[in-house]
């Protein structure tokens, strides 16, 4: 029932800053349109006698871990992937929204 099209598949690469060929575009769009049918198909499941999880700590046998301070990365290693570097410890990304 979902109706993904060649160009929300475009779009989305051109947000996430992807190149696609011409038969990527298709094979995703047809792979995305099958993911959102399928998560429409779980809107149809009874989970009325089902009881949520308003919070983790409710959660039984859900092992985590000690949220403990670790080395922060070196401020050379940060910047390398990012975009245009302000002065100082920032830098400008593209616009999303």
Do not use: C, W
């Amino acid at each position: 029932m979902a109706k993904i099209t060649k160009e929300d598949i475009i779009k989305i690469a051109d947000l996430a800053k992807i190149e696609l060929t011409e038969d990527e575009i298709i094979k995703f769009t047809k792979d995305m349109d099958d993911i959102i049918d399928f998560v429409d198909q779980l809107s149809e499941v009874d989970v009325s006698d089902v009881k949520y999880a308003s919070h983790i700590e409710d959660m039984q046998g859900q092992r985590t871990r000690e949220d403990e301070p670790g080395e922060a990365l070196p401020k050379e290693k940060v910047f390398l992937n990012a975009g245009e570097r302000q002065k100082g410890n920032s830098f400008k990304t593209s616009k999303i929204i």
